[in-house]
């Protein structure tokens, strides 16, 4: 079962166009109706936990308890936070009323954008579909959902359930790749939403400009990890052993490389390899807590990523299984293949710097990234780092951490994307704010009418 999401490019535009008609009904415009989906999606992920976690392992082998804590747990919470605090999210706000508008009120509505199309990747397949889900139905739009071709598991098994947990008709699916991707792009959606590569960003937004939809892109890009000398060594490597290797790299917020203090370079990657056994253990291919690689295309690339610079722990890779150990290189410098684009995948270059303001330099040299890491007991340094350089979100002495939880809005800047969601950040994201002014009859003072006069005027600019 499928949900009918396995359906033919040719019948994509009535299927939106059914969907807008639905959204006209306004069925999903109250207060109860958005609650009831967020619960069904929250107790989905109850319900069906073990489902999910099967899925994700047959598509990329994740260990359970990372399926558990960045798919299905972070989707239920997110749901169940979203549920609690919609009420409050979708009262209207009342806002001040400038004088020459007297008598009168101003307020601002949220209201829903209409018809959303998502559109997902591989690497967290069921929280980057169900977490701007949330959004859009907390918002109260319909919603078209595209997940990665590359998962076809955690796909199929969205597909199957979701609509047994939501208003299925209001929640539609289509299954596929370019083909259906590129059909849905064809049609008019009041907003996309896109969470990938760069490169597949800049199709999406190019295919809403035809229509004027505007979009959210959660992109990609190379993440810096600043590593200050004054640090504590143990804690940044185990951290970071932790946000890189996590979902074997596949993390569009992993630290994709390390700018080490070089008078500590040996000390912290004596560490991190240490680490990095406690985690794996000495033959990692056995650990059950690795993920694997989603296909051989991403397989081939990441290997051909080891060639340069020294390796300090690491390097084996197993195409059958698409395994690749986790991976430390050395001596690495900007020009060489693995500085050239986003690795994502377990392995990790360092770089040296002689200081905190030479890595500020090297990474403003970079396009923005989607999140930088500063590692350092010295809080002017790491606010030094944080004011000179920019970057989607950040975080001292930590990695991935921020995005978790709906307090701090998640997204990129530059290259590495646009708008953000999580939270309330999400439903904002999916709602047109309607600015509202009602006047009063009452009083009609003349100055603002033809003909003007001087004495009008005069008045006027005393107002103003
Ligand atoms: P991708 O760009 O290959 O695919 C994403 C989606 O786009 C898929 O649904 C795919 O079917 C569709 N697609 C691919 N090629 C297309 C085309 N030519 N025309 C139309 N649609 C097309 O991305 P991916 O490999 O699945 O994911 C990895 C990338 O996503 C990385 O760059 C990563 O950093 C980024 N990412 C970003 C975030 C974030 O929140 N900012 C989260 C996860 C992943």
Excluded at 205 to 230: F, N, Q, Y
Excluded at 235 to 259: E, H, S
């Amino acid at each position: 079962m499928d949900g009918g999401a396995n359906i033919d490019t040719n019948e994509i535009p009535e299927l939106v166009s059914g969907l807008k008609k639905f959204f006209r009904t306004g069925r999903t415009r109250p207060l109860e109706w958005r609650r009831r989906q967020l619960r069904g999606i929250e107790a989905l992920m109850h319900e069906k936990e073990s489902v999910f976690l099967d899925a994700l392992a047959a598509d990329v082998g994740k260990p359970r308890f990372e399926g558990w804590i960045s798919e299905t747990g972070f989707v239920a919470s997110d749901a169940r936070h979203t549920a609690k605090h919609l009420a409050k999210w979708m009262k209207p706000e009342k806002v001040m009323t400038g004088v020459t508008n007297l008598p009168g009120s101003s307020r601002i509505l949220r209201e829903p954008l209409g018809t959303v199309l998502i559109i997902g990747p591989f690497n967290y397949p069921l929280q980057l579909m169900l977490s701007p889900l949330i959004g859009a139905i907390a918002a109260g739009n319909a919603a078209v959902l595209k997940p990665s071709e590359m998962t076809p598991h955690t796909s199929a098994a969205i597909a199957e359930w979701l609509p047994r947990y939501v208003d299925a008709d209001a929640v539609k699916m289509v299954l596929g790749g370019i083909p259906e991707t590129t059909a849905l792009l064809r049609e008019r959606f009041d907003h996309i939403f896109y969470t990938g590569s760069t490169a597949v960003g800049r199709i999406v937004m190019r295919a809403a400009a035809e229509h004027l939809t505007p979009v959210t892109l959660e992109l990609g890009g190379k993440s810096p990890c600043i590593i200050d000398r004054d640090v504590d060594i143990e804690v940044a490597a185990r951290r970071i052993a932790w946000g890189k290797f996590f979902n074997a790299g596949q993390t569009c917020v992993a630290p994709d490389y390390l700018l080490v203090h070089e008078a500590i370079e040996d000390a912290f990657l004596h560490r991190l390899t240490a680490k990095i056994q406690d985690f794996y253990g000495d033959d990692p291919e056995k650990s059950p807590d690795l993920a694997r690689i989603v296909n051989d295309r991403h397989h081939a690339r990441l290997s051909g990523l080891l060639g340069e610079g020294e390796i300090v722990c690491g390097g084996e890779t197993n195409p059958e299984t698409r395994y690749i150990a986790p991976t430390v290189i050395r001596g690495v410098t900007r020009d060489m293949k693995i500085m050239q684009e986003e690795i994502f995948g377990p392995i990790l270059p360092v770089l040296t710097v002689r200081g905190v303001d030479e890595a500020i330099d090297f990474v403003n040299e970079g396009e923005k990234p989607l999140a930088l890491y500063v590692y350092t007991n010295d809080s002017a340094k790491s606010e030094r780092v944080l004011a000179q350089t920019s970057s989607g979100g950040a975080a001292v002495n930590e990695c991935v951490a921020h995005m978790v939880g709906p307090e701090l809005p998640f997204g990129g800047v530059g290259q590495s994307g646009m708008g953000a969601y999580h939270g309330r950040a999400s439903f904002e994201t999916f709602s047109h704010q309607k600015s509202v002014l009602v006047k009063s009859t009452k009083l009609e003072p003349p100055l603002r009418y033809p003909p003007y006069t001087d004495g009008k005027e005069k008045i006027a600019r005393k107002i103003l």
